[in-house]
């Protein structure tokens, strides 16, 4: 399974941006899926998890409420758009993959991690 992630960018305070991760497989729907991010000199922090279905959600608190987490399983892709965002908000974002949803804000609780998309806010 190779997890892809793409929408970061550099932007000002305040703005929204889309992050999208690309699953390739065919089994996507057999996945929990989380969103970690890891700031520079920092360790890495869980964002958000959605279940198989997409029927449960889970958020850092953080990031609740200008966060929200979707999948589509037909396109094999989950989203976060990330709205309002502030300059704490920077790091690099991290989609993964899990057999189970148990461990939804465990890093270890993974079993596949994307290559990362940088995320920049500028204030």
């Known amino acids: 399974l190779q997890l892809v992630e793409s929408g970061g960018g550099l932007v000002q305070a305040g703005v929204s941006l889309r992050l999208s991760c690309a699953a390739s497989?065919?089994?996507?729907?057999?996945?929990?899926m989380g969103w970690f991010r890891q700031a520079p000199g920092k360790e890495g922090e869980f964002v958000a998890a959605?279940?198989?279905?997409?029927?449960?959600?889970y958020y850092a608190d953080s990031v609740k409420g200008r966060f929200t987490i979707s999948r589509d399983n037909a396109k094999k892709t989950v989203y976060l758009p990330v709205n309002s965002l502030k300059p704490e908000d920077t790091a690099v974002y991290y989609c993964?993959?899990?057999?189970?949803?148990?461990?939804?804000?465990?890093?270890?609780?993974?079993?596949?991690w994307g290559q990362g998309t940088q995320v920049t806010v500028s204030s």
């Open positions: 497989v065919c089994t996507f729907s057999n996945y929990a």
């Open positions: 959605i279940s198989w279905g997409g029927g449960s959600t």
């Open positions: 993964a993959a899990a057999a189970t949803y148990r461990r939804k804000s465990d890093q270890n609780g993974y079993d596949y």
